[in-house]
């Protein structure tokens, strides 16, 4: 028997398809709607019951309705699971606006920021949804561990209590936790850029770096989020919780993480844009690599682990050199 409240996912990637499994699991009706440019996953689902592409394996509820018309997929929807790269977000938004009527939960799954604006996401959607209470989701979650019952938790956070208790309602179950927060700036901030920090996390991989080298970068990290997230009005002991350290490990040393895969191949030598075709999927960590150096710069912070993971990703220098100089410079 389903449960009353609809549920909404806005892209079926990994993620989108993985929450919409979760939620459908847990008894709730959900549409799961893609781009009109890759309609393959809903077909997929539609067809076998399975996202082939993205989330292979794993056989989906039937409460999962693949709804490529976007604005049905949002129709009396209660919560909506924002999963779409994040520099589509605002665009996808501001499409299906005019169609919500205000009392609908937003829920920010993307771990990303808006290039453009260098803002959070959570900002992006206050703006263009000023009624809706905005929440946003971010932790130490890979997707396929998590849909096969691994257990997990994450952050909710959100500055409506409202919208913390539902989002905890439609998700959790035996095996996912959801751990409420009222620091969205932190929560969203170390769940961006900890896609930037796993980058160096496979360049370490490529090189061969060992643990006890690769130790260094995990606590350079922590401590240059740290700075930023304190400097943005965040608070610094979410750094050192779920979204910070716990996403930061879960994604800097998982062999499927695509912002440690990307690291990899940058090692191994491959161009940009040759190792973002060899991942296959979208690479958060490259534009949060641009917008991380864009704010180090924007509050004169000393980041040179960020720096260099910049210069590495965008060829400024080879990373071999890069992470010699690094480690030699080191105070």
Not at 34 to 48: A, F, M, T, V, W
Not at 194 to 200: L, P
Not at 266 to 276: D, F, H, R, T, W
């Amino acid at each position: 028997m389903s449960k009353k409240e609809q549920i909404a996912v806005l892209g079926a990637g990994n993620m989108g398809t993985a929450i919409a499994q979760i939620v459908a699991a847990n008894g709730y009706k959900v549409n799961l709607w893609n781009h009109s440019g890759d309609l393959e996953p809903l077909r997929q689902i539609k067809e076998k019951m399975e996202n082939i592409n993205y989330l292979p394996g794993v056989k989906l509820s039937k409460n999962i309705n693949p709804e490529p018309d976007i604005i049905k997929a949002i129709a009396k929807a209660d919560l909506i699971f924002m999963t779409v790269p994040s520099a589509f977000i605002k665009s996808v938004m501001q499409q299906v606006a005019p169609y919500l009527s205000g009392r609908e939960i937003c829920v920010d799954a993307s771990k990303g920021l808006d290039e453009k604006s260098v803002c959070l996401i959570t900002d992006v959607l206050k703006d263009i949804l000023p009624k809706n209470k905005i929440a946003t989701i971010s932790g130490p979650a890979i997707a396929g561990q998590m849909v096969q019952g691994n257990f997990t938790v994450m952050n909710v956070a959100s500055l409506d209590e409202g919208a913390i208790q539902m989002v905890k309602k439609v998700m959790e179950n035996k095996n996912l936790k959801l751990m409420p927060s009222g620091d969205i700036i932190g929560v969203e901030v170390a769940g961006s850029f900890k896609n930037v920090y796993a980058i160096a996390m496979g360049i370490c991989d490529g090189l061969k770096i060992p643990t006890n080298t690769k130790a260094v970068l995990f606590v350079t990290a922590l401590q240059e989020m740290g700075l930023l997230v304190e400097r943005m009005g965040g608070r610094l002991e979410t750094i050192y919780g779920l979204a910070g350290l716990g996403d930061l490990l879960g994604t800097g040393l998982a062999t499927a993480s695509r912002n440690r895969r990307l690291g990899e191949f940058l090692a191994q030598g491959l161009s940009l844009e040759k190792a973002v075709a060899k991942v296959g999927q979208v690479v958060e960590g490259v534009p949060a690599t641009r917008v991380l150096n864009s704010l180090s710069k924007k509050y004169k912070l000393k980041t040179p682990l960020a720096d260099l993971i910049y210069k590495i990703v965008f060829g400024k220098v080879a990373p071999k050199i890069g992470m010699e100089k690094f480690f030699k410079n080191l105070k």
